[in-house]
């Protein structure tokens, strides 16, 4: 139905440019090598160092980039400002859906699933004209060559590629051709702001030069180690209790407290992680320090960095989603960057009180708005899936995301 000049520019592009997609291989486990190696020493394996990079985000992204990278396709759609008037023209009434509620027969990937006639027969009896299914990518760990250590389907995204339980790219492909069918149109969300601890995490750990400044992480010299937590294997993730916080920031080994630390809203919780004893790819052990948004388990992208990483991992995201997928409508999450400025007299009296929020949302709302830019310029749409107080859902949507979910309850 809805075939858009970028989509029909990356096809051509793809031609020449054939990116070799991150675990992007109909969401099936890849072989690895085999190794006589114990866990720990395995992990500092040549080999297996390769073996991360080929499912690491970082990478695809890099493949993914080459599509559009020095072509016309940026220059094609006006960027700034957001317009929910087409999207709602188009597809004015939304079903949401999680893969969790769904019971499929067998083995059946979800995609394959959702093709049945008398599903799209019931979608359109209800007025329905556009479907989002998430979150579908594979999320949780990697471990050893593991590279789906939970199957969560949670928002602890650690590849592009789409989980085993929904299916491939081809069985999403279908999906969608049976949703065009039927007078609609597909929605997805893309990697957020705080991730799982995919391959991108460890090679950063491993100290691998080009993946340092994905994440918010910190190197501890080895005299401050006794102030970190005890940690029995090296990829154990404990927070750093607060004490020892305290003491560390007073060294100057981390940032000072952050807006978000005293702003007392009831945001998920936001602190800081210790790794255990890593082995780098340069034989040099270290303990690192990393910032994390709801668990240990969610390290959280340095949006701030500039090595533009995080950046090039949202990009790769959205040019996948728009580009080779043909997807319309994408989730923007970047509630962990909210806070993200570090504390002033001025601004702690007046996050005291109530007031500026500007301060508050800057980082989140820079994340945001060029996210949004990014997915116009290629012609699609993008929805803010947040849950945001209003005054601060209303800074969002000047410039950034086209449309928010009503998270009110």
Not at 162 to 184: C, I, T, V
Not at 249 to 271: A, F, T, V
Not at 302 to 317: E, K
């Amino acid at each position: 139905m809805r075939l858009t000049v970028f989509r029909l520019m990356v096809l051509v592009l793809l031609v020449l440019v054939t990116p070799v997609l991150v675990g992007c291989n109909g969401g099936r486990s890849v072989k690895a090598p085999a190794v006589d190696d114990s866990p720990t020493e395995m992990r500092a394996d040549p080999g297996y160092m390769q073996w991360l990079e080929k499912q690491s985000m970082l990478r695809a992204s890099q493949d993914l980039g080459r599509i559009v990278s020095g072509a016309t396709i940026p220059w094609i759609s006006p960027s700034v400002t957001p317009r929910p008037e087409q999207l709602l023209t188009e597809a004015p009434v939304w079903f949401t859906m999680h893969p969790a509620s769904v019971l499929t027969s067998g083995n059946t990937p979800l995609f394959t699933s959702l093709q049945h006639p008398e599903f799209w027969r019931q979608f359109q009896r209800m007025g329905f004209r556009g479907l989002i299914i998430a979150p579908v990518r594979e999320s949780g760990g990697v471990w050893g060559y593991d590279i789906s250590g939970t199957q969560a389907l949670g928002a602890d995204t650690v590849q592009y590629a789409f989980s085993k339980y929904a299916g491939g790219e081809k069985d999403f492909g279908r999906l969608l051709k049976e949703a065009n069918a039927a007078g609609a149109i597909m929605g997805d969300v893309l990697v957020p702001a705080a991730t799982g601890r995919g391959a991108d995490f460890f090679l950063s750990a491993r100290a691998k030069p080009e993946y340092q400044g994905i994440y918010c992480q910190i190197e501890i010299p080895r005299e401050a180690w006794a102030l970190l937590p005890d940690v029995q294997e090296q990829w154990q993730a404990v927070r750093i209790d607060d004490a020892s916080l305290e003491t560390l920031r007073r060294q100057g080994l981390l940032p000072q407290p952050r807006l978000r630390d005293i702003s007392g809203l009831p945001l998920p919780q936001y602190g800081w992680a210790a790794t255990g004893d890593v082995r780098g790819i340069d034989g040099v052990s270290r303990r690192f320090a990393y910032l994390y948004c709801g668990t240990p388990e969610r390290p959280v992208l340095n949006w701030m960095d500039p090595s533009a990483s995080a950046r090039r991992i949202l990009s790769g995201s959205i040019i996948q989603q728009i580009g080779t997928l043909g997807v319309a409508l994408s989730g923007v999450s970047v509630a962990p960057y909210l806070g993200m400025e570090p504390v002033s007299p001025e601004a702690s009296a007046q996050m005291a009180k109530g007031g500026e929020l500007r301060a508050f949302t800057a980082t989140a709302r820079s994340a945001a708005e060029s996210i949004a830019q990014e997915i116009r310029r290629y012609g699609g749409w993008s929805y803010l899936q947040d849950a945001l107080p209003l005054p601060m859902l209303g800074q969002f949507l000047v410039s950034g995301p086209d449309m928010a979910l009503d998270h009110a309850g």
